[in-house]
């Protein structure tokens, strides 16, 4: 009942889509990052909007989430010829 409960816990807190794009493995690993991504963003403009973090704080937050996202895309050539 515990684990039942847990797995329910944890699909509400993150919940995952599923991918209807080309399949492809750098698509579904890009799939899973954005996801990752937009479900960090809300959090952290939760607890800005609540006044739990600073704007400043949220800003830097994002931008560094931003650029693990654009490192993934470069690195998985996701929007590039080469990928193909």
């Keep these: 009942m515990v ?5 329910d ?3 509400f807190l993150s919940p995952c889509s599923r991918y209807y794009g080309e399949f ?3 698509n579904l690993i890009f799939n899973a990052n ?3 991504f937009t479900q960090k963003i809300n959090y952290i403009t939760s607890l800005e909007i609540a006044g739990k973090v600073t704007l400043e704080k949220a800003y830097k937050q994002i931008e560094a ?3 693990q996202l654009d490192k ?3 690195t998985l050539n996701i929007g590039t010829n080469k990928g193909i």
């Design 34 to 36: 954005l996801q990752e």
């Design 24 to 26: 492809r493995i750098e």
């Design 3 to 7: 684990e039942s409960n847990k797995e």
């Design 9 to 11: 816990q944890d699909s």
């Design 65 to 67: 989430l931003y650029k």
């Design 72 to 74: 993934s895309k470069n």
